[in-house]
């Protein structure tokens, strides 16, 4: 199993996956009415596809339980520059005095610019992935058996890398498990590899304090599970 796709749910896929493209410097995968895909690849390490696909109406507009972190460096107020000549906007969200910068993109979804720091070095331009938890010892287990990806120092409470220790920073950082029944609008996307058992990794979400939702949405390739905080995934089946 890996870590494959970050998800965003957008009402106009075209814009807010350009938008994203361009910020990270992707490489398009999919442009179609109804989804865009773009592929960030890290040199020696790990490859995310950010999928953007639509939704009928926009996101629920509480405060997302995932975000990304980019990597501002040393050069912060440039790429801050950079952002908002493609589209982002400046967004408080009470953050009062911090070092790094809050902004939101085209649809809203929050998104901060970074400082320099040690840990992120050869990250790319997507520094970390912010995940809410509830007990982050309990969900760093959890996401680490389910990625592959490994504990590293970082500034959260805990968090998990890709083995080499390339690519971002996934962080697990204290917050109330959701009790929300709506749909989050960004998620992570795992893909099973060949030999990977769908009821076996089931069985294991389970055991590990997920759950499996069975949501209306007609006939599925995938598997749809929250973590033991609530936080949705989904659990691709193995490519043939």
């Known amino acids: 199993m890996y870590l494959e796709n970050v998800i965003v749910d957008t009402v106009e896929p075209q814009r807010l996956g350009r938008f994203w493209e361009a910020v990270v410097g992707g490489q398009r995968l999919t442009d179609e009415p109804d989804i865009f895909e773009t592929r960030l690849a890290v040199e020696g390490g790990p490859v995310l596809d950010l999928c953007f696909p639509g939704v009928a109406s926009a996101p ?76 982050p010892d309990r969900d760093g287990q959890f996401w680490s058996w389910l990625s592959g990806w490994t504990d590293v120092p970082g500034g959260a409470s805990r968090t998990l890398r890709h083995p080499s220790l390339r690519g971002p920073l996934l962080e697990l950082c204290p917050a109330p498990a959701s009790t ?32 499996e939702l069975h949501p209306d949405w007609g006939e599925l390739p995938w598997r749809v599970y929250t973590d033991p905080s609530g936080n949705e995934l989904c659990v691709l089946p193995a490519r043939s």
Do not use: F
């Open 60 to 135: 629920a507009s509480e405060q997302p339980r995932l975000h990304l972190d980019l990597r501002g460096g040393a050069d912060q107020a440039g790429e801050v520059d950079r952002l908002l000549g493609l589209g982002a906007q400046h967004l408080d969200i009470g953050q009062d005095d911090v070092p790094w910068v809050v902004l939101a993109d085209p649809e809203g979804n929050p998104c901060c610019v970074l400082e320099e720091r040690a840990a992120h070095v050869a990250t790319g331009p997507i520094a970390a992935l912010p995940l809410d938890s509830a007990d």
């Open 180 to 211: 929300s029944t709506a749909k989050n609008r960004m998620h992570l996307d795992i893909r099973l590899e060949a030999g990977d058992d769908p009821d076996g990794v089931a069985a294991g979400i389970a055991e590990r304090g997920g759950r």
